[in-house]
């Protein structure tokens, strides 16, 4: 089954069992435990891959009732009258539900025409699932560009193709515009005399700086025709949005850079973000910049409606479904956060702090193990520390793991030559920080930390994301770190040169969905899991 991009996802699994020394048949059980808990593991986040599929997503909160379109409730008037837009690496599985929605039962339809925006060779991908593409006879052309998500001159001929249908527009026309994650590269359309590739230099000097996904679409914005409302204010026809929101707590004049939302970002902002980066622009980008300011205002759409029909939060709750249909009523998943940041090697550096803490309490120190500031760095509200406390009183009384979910966006700063992406660089990076603080504890137990983008593409790698683990019985160590090793390579060396992708696919070890893209871009799925045993003398 395949699915489309809506987040990265992080999932922590902490079991409990107490075994006697004597007991040599329960520590022969650890290798089957932890194969068992890798196949849950890769299967909760297939979960939340699947809850994410934009095609369900438009089944369920649209529907067609005595010629009205009814999205979310909302009844919408039917006259032969509504055009389809879209861009985004998404928004190819929303197509057919939707024409299918805009035609009556005797077969006629309600859409004139319509065009989409979609990532290079996403048609051949999903070339064996043809329930996601569009149907044969679609009113809706399917356009493709921005390879390898970068914006190009076919993205770029396409949004002014999609920029001269929205002018044409009468006031009594519907204009159904889909947006999802990828969007701000398939829909580029510099200011002039800005070029296409002068915008794209400056987007990738502020990536590579580590810029935030919020400072990189402040800047968008503002050197865009179509972004930061831009879109919007093209047309007085009534506007409706579905969008597949990418970003943290989905603000929607940040999806796609907000092409159908007002801009509410101060006058200077995009200043500030390149100075902030030291990024250096030529005089007439920054007159383009300084003109915006100047003429920045803040106005309501009024023939705008935009309907968020899913988001990170879906992915998240469709983890935490999978485990429970997968493990039963001793099945203790938390989702601690949907709002994780900050640069993916330290995220998974604290990932490692989260696991240590958890085995320490299990061991049966104290619970401020878990510090404030711990819980703060991984984006966890506080308040959440008390349940996690009392979960892990539970699975200390049935023996089962502890399951816990992360979603948000992380960055990567590239430092080498290499290649491999947020995913795995923190996967990596938690790998390295686990060997060096667990292996001269008393821990024994198991550890499996998921790391993966619900739209099937982490970096330029055919992989989601990666998984790793840290195995330990009370006569032996496992990791993936040590298979490294016994192949003479470097694990903290790849992580400097942020060339992840060689030395995870040595052990097969990066996701794969469904073998391909999958269509739904959210913010990524982090998952980890622990399991431990207190071992009595």
């Given at each position: 089954m395949c699915s489309f991009p809506l987040s990265r996802n992080l999932l922590l699994s902490i079991g409990h069992k107490v075994i006697h020394m004597k007991s040599l048949t329960m520590a022969a059980k650890v290798g089957c435990n932890l194969q068992e808990n890798i196949t849950r593991i890769k299967e909760a986040f297939m979960g939340g891959v699947n809850a994410v599929q934009p095609h369900e997503l438009i089944r369920k909160h649209i529907t067609q009732d005595s010629e009205k379109l009814v999205i979310n409730g909302i009844k919408f008037d039917l006259q032969q009258n509504v055009y389809m837009i879209g861009f985004?690496?998404?928004?190819?599985?929303?197509?057919?539900?939707?024409?299918?929605?805009?035609?009556?039962?005797?077969?006629?339809?309600?859409?004139?025409?319509?065009?989409?925006?979609?990532?290079?060779?996403?048609?051949?991908?999903?070339?064996?699932?043809?329930?996601?593409?569009?149907?044969?006879?679609?009113?809706?052309?399917?356009?493709?560009?921005?390879?390898?998500?970068?914006?190009?001159?076919?993205?770029?001929?396409?949004?002014?193709?999609?920029?001269?249908?929205?002018k044409k527009l009468g006031e009594k026309d519907i204009l159904l515009v889909l947006i999802s994650g990828g969007g701000s590269a398939l829909l580029p359309y510099p200011i002039p005399p800005l070029s296409l590739n002068e915008k794209i230099e400056i987007i990738k000097s502020l990536s590579q700086a580590g810029a935030s996904i919020t400072d990189l679409n402040t800047v968008r914005k503002v050197l865009s025709v179509t972004k930061g409302g831009g879109l919007a204010e093209l047309t007085k026809t009534r506007i409706i949005s579905l969008i597949l929101s990418d970003i943290i707590n989905s603000p929607l004049d940040m999806i796609a850079s907000g092409p159908t939302v007002c801009n509410r970002d101060a006058p200077q902002s995009a200043e500030k973000v390149l100075e902030k980066y030291n990024i250096s622009t030529p005089g007439h980008i920054k007159a383009i910049i300084k003109g915006k300011a100047t003429s920045s205002t803040v106005a309501e759409f009024s023939h705008v409606t935009n309907y968020i029909i899913g988001s990170n939060k879906t992915a998240l709750l469709g983890v935490e479904t999978s485990l429970f249909s997968q493990t039963g009523s001793h099945c203790?998943?938390?989702?601690?956060?949907?709002?994780?940041?900050?640069?993916?090697?330290?995220?998974?550096?604290?990932?490692?702090?989260?696991?240590?803490?958890?085995?320490?309490?299990?061991?049966?120190?104290?619970?401020?193990?878990?510090?404030?500031?711990?819980?703060?760095?991984?984006?966890?509200?506080?308040?959440?520390?008390?349940?996690?406390?009392?979960?892990?009183?539970?699975?200390?009384?049935?023996?089962?793991?502890?399951?816990?979910?992360?979603?948000?966006?992380?960055?990567?700063?590239?430092?080498?030559?290499?290649?491999?992406?947020?995913?795995?660089?923190?996967?990596?990076?938690?790998?390295?920080?686990?060997?060096?603080?667990?292996?001269?504890?008393?821990?024994?137990?198991?550890?499996?930390?998921?790391?993966?983008?619900?739209?099937?593409?982490?970096?330029?790698?055919?992989?989601?994301?990666?998984?790793?683990?840290?195995?330990?019985?009370?006569?032996?160590?496992?990791?993936?770190?040590?298979?490294?090793?016994?192949?003479?390579?470097?694990?903290?060396?790849?992580?400097?040169?942020?060339?992840?992708?060689?030395?995870?696919?040595?052990?097969?070890?990066?996701?794969?969905?469904?073998?391909?893209?999958?269509?739904?871009?959210?913010?990524?799925?982090?998952?980890?899991?622990?399991?431990?045993?207190?071992?009595?003398?």
């Open positions: 985004g690496k998404a928004v190819i599985g929303m197509v057919r539900p939707i024409e299918r929605a805009l035609t009556t039962s005797d077969g006629v339809t309600h859409l004139k025409r319509g065009i989409i925006s979609v990532p290079f060779g996403i048609q051949e991908t999903f070339i064996n699932h043809p329930d996601i593409l569009p149907e044969e006879n679609s009113l809706v052309e399917i356009v493709e560009g921005a390879k390898d998500n970068i914006p190009d001159e076919a993205a770029f001929t396409t949004a002014k193709r999609i920029v001269s249908l929205v203790y998943p938390l989702i601690l956060s949907s709002s994780l940041r900050g640069e993916a090697s330290e995220i998974g550096r604290k990932m490692a702090e989260l696991v240590v803490a958890i085995t320490q309490i299990l061991g049966g120190k104290q619970d401020d193990q878990l510090s404030n500031s711990l819980l703060s760095d991984l984006c966890v509200d506080v308040d959440k520390k008390k349940a996690i406390i009392d979960t892990l009183e539970k699975i200390r009384k049935f023996q089962s793991p502890i399951w816990l979910v992360f979603g948000g966006e992380t960055t990567v700063t590239v430092t080498g030559s290499g290649r491999g992406g947020r995913n795995q660089e923190m996967v990596l990076s938690a790998s390295v920080a686990l060997e060096e603080k667990l292996q001269n504890t008393k821990f024994v137990g198991e550890v499996i930390f998921l790391s993966g983008g619900t739209d099937g593409i982490d970096g330029p790698t055919d992989a989601a994301g990666a998984l790793t683990y840290w195995c330990s019985s009370d006569h032996d160590v496992k990791s993936q770190l040590q298979e490294a090793r016994q192949q003479g390579l470097s694990p903290e060396n790849f992580l400097v040169e942020v060339f992840l992708a060689w030395i995870l696919l040595i052990f097969e070890n990066t996701l794969h969905p469904s073998q391909s893209p999958t269509g739904a871009r959210f913010p990524p799925v982090l998952t980890a899991s622990a399991s431990s045993r207190a071992i009595h003398s």
